[in-house]
């Protein structure tokens, strides 16, 4: 079945560094979103990607849809102690559902 | 109430025991998805429901049952569970497109 590749696995950074993590996949997508997770709670989604090549930002986060479509990256500048959380991409195709990356943990130290 | 609720939070239960956990959604969606999400592992797809109907069944053994009385409504009944699957079940919400799931904060179940 499809598989996403999500690295790095976890980064614990310091307050003010920018962070980069991306997924790879042997699948083509159709669409890219990325999420992010808290402790105790769902996903809450981040960025939607829906066109090769897009670049969107939402505040201190950019994402990229690779333009191979095979690929995503998620760049958050000068980051927060609230930053911290799980980040997960998935990648959605033809039908309604969607393919979740193992995530990436990312801790920040004040 | 707006979004994805989930009922219960947190579960514990035994092996012999039945329970249900419920799933309400405020935004229209069209389709509804139960995941189970374990420690180091991807979010697991159980089950698909859109428009009320079952439209995908991940493998998951028959101690799952779902239910889906309307596009607002999502059940995942418990029966004999294992202490395997104990983890943290999310349901999401999507329109038809799929795009942008909605999850719902999601009930940790613990079987003893």
């Known amino acids: 079945g499809q598989q996403l590749n999500q690295s790095p696995q976890s980064m614990f950074i310091q307050e003010g560094e920018d962070v980069s993590m991306n997924c790879t996949s042997s699948?083509?997508?159709?669409?890219w979103l990325w999420y992010k997770q808290e402790p105790g709670e769902g996903p809450v989604l981040l960025i939607a990607?829906?066109?090769?090549?897009e670049l969107t930002s939402n505040g201190r986060l950019t994402a990229q849809f690779g333009i191979t479509r095979k690929d995503s990256f998620l760049n958050i500048s000068a980051s927060i102690p609230s930053d911290v959380g799980i980040y997960f991409c998935?990648?959605?195709?033809?039908?309604?559902?969607?393919?979740f990356g193992t995530g990436t943990l990312l801790a920040v130290q004040p | 109430e707006t979004g994805v609720t989930q009922t219960p939070r947190h579960l514990v239960m035994g092996m012999t025991n039945k329970k249900s956990l419920k799933c309400e959604q405020h935004?229209?969606?069209?389709?509804m998805y139960w995941y189970k999400q374990s420690a180091k592992k991807p979010l697991e797809l159980m089950f698909v429901?859109?428009?009320?109907?079952?439209?995908e069944n991940n493998s998951v053994p028959s101690r799952f049952s779902p239910e889906c009385p309307n596009s607002s409504h999502l059940f995942l009944h418990l029966h004999t569970l294992q202490p395997e699957d104990s983890a943290l079940y999310l349901c999401?919400?999507?329109?038809?497109?799929?795009?942008?799931?909605?999850f719902g904060s999601g009930t940790r179940l613990t079987v003893v």
């Open positions: 999401a919400s999507s329109d038809y497109a799929g795009y942008g799931y909605t």
């Open positions: 699948s083509i997508f159709n669409t």
């Open positions: 990607l829906y066109k090769a090549g």
């Open positions: 998935a990648g959605g195709g033809a039908t309604n559902k969607l393919i």
């Open positions: 935004l229209g969606h069209n389709a």
């Open positions: 429901y859109s428009l009320e109907e079952r439209v």
